[in-house]
């Protein structure tokens, strides 16, 4: 089987029975893990901070303070002791996100180009995203004379689902990336005094990820077609846990402040990476390879305030921290005993900023607005077709409309755009001793997400 990578980390390894090992594809496995973009999503890489529909429409200012609502589950658990009684909260998210690249003049340096770098054929990949929809759910009870709250959320905290056209001239960097991170999180609460309450809760990770590239064939003469290529799947999912604590400090009547963290990840990724459609002298490639490393995932920081600064009209801030500097390489082990490879990444901490206000205008209605910046945590030699990523800036509006009593709907627009984002990465191929090939992608893209989201609450 083959191997790919990216910059000067070419890897080879023999197999009994075989001609050729892949290793590179299962490392690109975690490493789009971790570059992926959320075009369906805003802040920290592929972190969704689209977990609660009210927040949504302040741009998730004053995330860690505010405790609208139940979804404070997720955002502050402490903010569960100010809520006014027992709660459910079920949200529905839309993302309609639409990418754009150009070529800036990709090459494919292979055996079959002579040694020398050529311009390869391929479409711009259209917008490789289609509509999404993100499910969430919490639930706050009280207990105690409401000092002490129970809560639970059900949440998509990480996530991507994107696929290129086929033939597009970034195949042999990526055509499918798709991850999904399901997060369970039980949470408690208690309330010290009537200005400062605490929380601590436990994240349940199950993180399931697929991606495909084109295999280029780097014995054809005169270079790669989209005709001769071949495909490499990979595959892979763990069950991972970890915890968040939280602070919500009530120095005012009419302020709050908030305060949470959240854990890093270290999930153990068991995944397989299957190479088809290779023929001739390169047909010994296709096959099956199991192999284990593992995908970090950063620690938050949140850091929030709300103030009502006249009777209705509150406004709110709020930070935002980004360990992503936790994750410095990728290292795989192999099922059959290899020695390790490592691939580093170099990713850099980040933060996100956002602003909002808060407005009752009637009994039964909440009018609400935001603007958030989101800085990236890639690094420009190791952005990707599936990291398209660049620092972003949000602007949002949203309404909560008390419909019956005890019963409220709330409803956000969320719209997110992209600096340029440009794209030079290297991808190198090795099928054995002297048998490699080399294709640089390199283009220019323009992203933007227009995001819906819905949610109703219960109060019992």
Request: proline share 5%; charged share 15%; hydrophobic share 40%.
């Amino acid at each position: 089987m083959l191997s790919c990578s990216w910059g000067e980390n070419t890897l080879y390894s023999k197999q009994p029975n075989s001609l050729f090992q892949a290793r590179g594809p299962l490392s690109a496995l975690v490493l789009i893990f971790l570059c992926l973009h959320g075009n369906e999503a805003q802040g920290g890489a592929f972190f969704i901070p689209q977990q609660s529909i009210s927040g949504m429409g302040r741009s998730f200012a004053g995330g860690a303070a505010m405790a609208g609502d139940a979804s404070t589950v997720f955002t502050n658990p402490a903010g569960m002791t100010e809520l006014s009684g027992a709660e459910i909260v079920a949200g529905f998210t839309l993302f309609s996100p639409n990418l754009r690249f150009s070529d800036n003049g990709s090459s494919a340096n292979t055996i079959g180009s002579g040694g020398v770098p050529v311009t390869y054929t391929g479409g711009n990949g259209g917008n490789p995203f289609d509509p999404q929809g993100l499910p969430n759910l919490y639930i706050a009870y009280p207990m105690m004379d409401d000092r002490l709250w129970v809560g639970l959320g059900v949440s998509t905290p990480f996530g991507l689902a994107q696929e290129y056209e086929n033939g597009w001239f970034g195949r042999y960097d990526s055509l499918k990336s798709e991850l999904r991170v399901f997060n369970i999180g039980p949470s408690v609460a208690f309330a010290l005094d009537d200005h400062v309450s605490v929380s601590a809760g436990l994240d349940i990770q199950y993180a399931k990820a697929e991606l495909t590239n084109a295999v280029p064939d780097i014995l054809r003469a005169g270079g790669p077609t989209a005709g001769s290529d071949g495909l490499s799947k990979l595959e892979g999912s763990d069950w991972s846990m970890g915890f968040n604590v939280g602070l919500l400090v009530k120095p005012l009547p009419s302020t709050r402040i908030g305060a949470h963290f959240r854990s890093g990840f270290s999930h153990d990724l068991d995944g397989s990476n299957t190479v088809s459609g290779l023929g001739g002298a390169l047909a010994a490639a296709n096959g099956r390879l199991d192999g284990m490393t593992k995908l970090e995932l950063p620690d938050i920081v949140s850091l929030g305030i709300a103030h009502e600064v006249t009777s209705g009209l509150t406004l709110l801030a709020d930070f935002q921290w980004f360990h992503w500097s936790r994750f410095e390489e990728i290292r795989l082990r192999f099922d059959d005993g290899s020695p390790d490879q490592v691939i580093p990444a170099n990713y850099e901490n980040c933060y996100a900023v956002s602003v909002g206000l808060e407005y009752e205008a009637l009994d039964n209605l909440t009018l609400r607005g935001g603007f958030r910046y989101d800085q990236t945590p890639t690094v420009d030699q190791f952005r990707q077709t599936s990291v398209a990523d660049a620092d972003s800036y949000a602007v949002s509006v949203g309404a909560s409309y008390t419909v019956l009593d005890g019963v409220t709907i709330d409803l956000a627009y969320y719209y997110a755009w992209w600096e340029d984002i440009a794209i030079d990465v290297n991808r190198n191929f090795q099928f054995g001793p002297g048998v490699r090939g080399n294709v640089n992608v390199k283009g220019t893209g323009t992203s933007r997400s227009n995001i819906f989201g819905l949610s109703l609450r219960y109060q019992f």
